[in-house]
């Protein structure tokens, strides 16, 4: 069992940077693929990015790629989303989520259903 727990969101100016950080719990956090994925209101939930459970192999979403940094520290038990020149178009609440499929890779990352644990969420709110 792994518990999920996001936090950093908030309200940025266009341009503007945020980071986001997921506190896992559970001993078992360094064997999982950890992802983030965002909703915005009134569109279905869409991959961001994901990072093996090693922290060498990660995968971007093109409208992201460039602009995000995705990271781990397993020691902490915790991932991060660095954003950097975010857009008003990011304006989303964002997820953090565990796959027990620790090589995930490529567009079976993008999939909600390869995920076994999911975050309550953080609102990130860019204005123009």
């Known amino acids: 069992q792994v518990q999920l727990v996001e936090s950093g969101g908030g309200l940025v100016q266009a341009g503007g940077s945020l980071r986001l950080s997921c506190a896992a719990s559970?001993?078992?956090?360094?064997?999982?693929?950890m992802g983030w994925f965002r909703q915005a209101p009134g569109k279905e939930r869409e991959f961001v990015s994901v990072?093996?459970?090693?922290?060498?192999?990660?995968y971007y979403a093109d409208s992201v790629k460039g602009r995000f940094t995705i990271s781990r520290d397993n020691a902490k038990n915790t991932v991060y989303l660095q954003m950097n020149n975010l857009k008003p178009e990011d304006t989303a609440v964002y997820y953090c989520?565990?796959?027990?499929?620790?090589?995930?890779?490529?567009?079976?990352?993008?999939?909600?259903?390869?995920?076994?644990?999911w975050g309550q969420g953080t609102q990130v709110t860019v204005s123009s």
């Open positions: 559970g001993r078992t956090f360094s064997s999982y693929a």
């Open positions: 989520a565990a796959t027990s499929n620790s090589y995930c890779s490529g567009d079976r990352c993008r999939r909600n259903d390869e995920y076994d644990y």
């Open positions: 990072i093996s459970w090693y922290g060498g192999y990660t």
